[in-house]
């Protein structure tokens, strides 16, 4: 029988038989919006929400790694939906949503409270792909993920199909070898 690590034997096996949920890397960051974080138009810079986000996602990666050294390997998705006005209290929730055998993909859902009316909005969401590593830079396996929510359940299959169009993008992977990309097109015929 042939073992993981004989597959890809530069990702040193640590937590084969863990399995989580997204809950374990939950992370919650809120923070209000300063004059010297926004643009001409008095909202939050852009690249300010990508560096909270990527922090929050980073916290999330090593929660579900249990490792600190984990690295953005990409940001794949980022949709800026509304602007945040400074002043504003921003909270972003992250969680990973997909594990591979060293990457993680993990979504980052933003939410805008208006302080004085207590109005809460989706601003934003963005997906982030992390990848665990140990001292010398080497991709370290991480565990697997159980959803167990609904959404959860549809992120976790979503993940497997952007990894698959992202392998087929890149050349790592035949187009007739995405199986689950393939049927997320044969099912609407």
Known sequence: MIQKAEICPQIHNIQMDKIKT???SLTIMTNI???SETNYLDNMFGGELLSR???ACSIAARRHAETHRVV???VNQVSFQHPIPVGSIVKIEAKVTRAFRSSMEIIADTWWEEPTTGEILKTNEGIYTFVAVDESG???EVPEIKPISELEQQRFDAA???RQLS???SKRMKPEDATELKALFESGS
């Open 138 to 140: 080497k991709p370290i």
């Open 53 to 55: 986000m990527d922090k």
């Open 167 to 169: 392998l087929v993008l």
């Open 22 to 24: 997204p809950n374990d």
């Open 160 to 162: 497997l199909r952007r």
């Open 72 to 74: 953005t390997a990409s």
């Open 33 to 35: 919006v300063l004059p």
